[in-house]
Nanobody, 120 residues
């Protein structure tokens, strides 16, 4: 009933930038928090950045000052501007949204992931 479509991943050199986008669509009444997470092979998914419907943000210490999360509520879209990328940022990034559907149920939805690769 709700789909998250991610885009913007790719290959960049260290020090470069990427902008990830994630658009939610489907049976959406409202979206509370949205965020970006990443998961390296063999490890648990970790928080990168979150943003509430009111615009409050939270960042992992490892990305603070380099990444910026933002959202366009009219488009149900969340963005992650990634600057000063490091090889250790290389992994799969997942979009997350806490969605109240039009049937008034609350669910966490996940995108399928987008690969970010930073070369040294």
């Amino acid at each position: 009933q709700v789909q998250l479509v991610e885009s913007g991943g790719g290959l960049v050199q260290a020090g470069g930038s990427l902008r990830l986008s994630c658009a939610a669509s489907g049976s959406i009444f409202s979206i509370n928090a949205m965020g970006w997470y990443r998961q390296a092979p063999g490890k648990q998914r970790e928080l990168v950045a979150t943003i509430t419907s009111g615009g409050s943000t939270n960042y992992a210490d490892s990305v603070k000052g380099r990444f910026t999360i933002s959202r366009d509520n009219a488009k149900n879209t969340v963005y992650l501007q990634m600057n000063s990328l490091k090889p250790e940022d290389t992994t799969v990034y997942y979009c997350n949204a806490e969605v109240r559907t039009r049937s008034m149920a609350l669910y966490d939805y996940w995108g399928q992931g987008t690969q970010v690769t930073v070369s040294s």
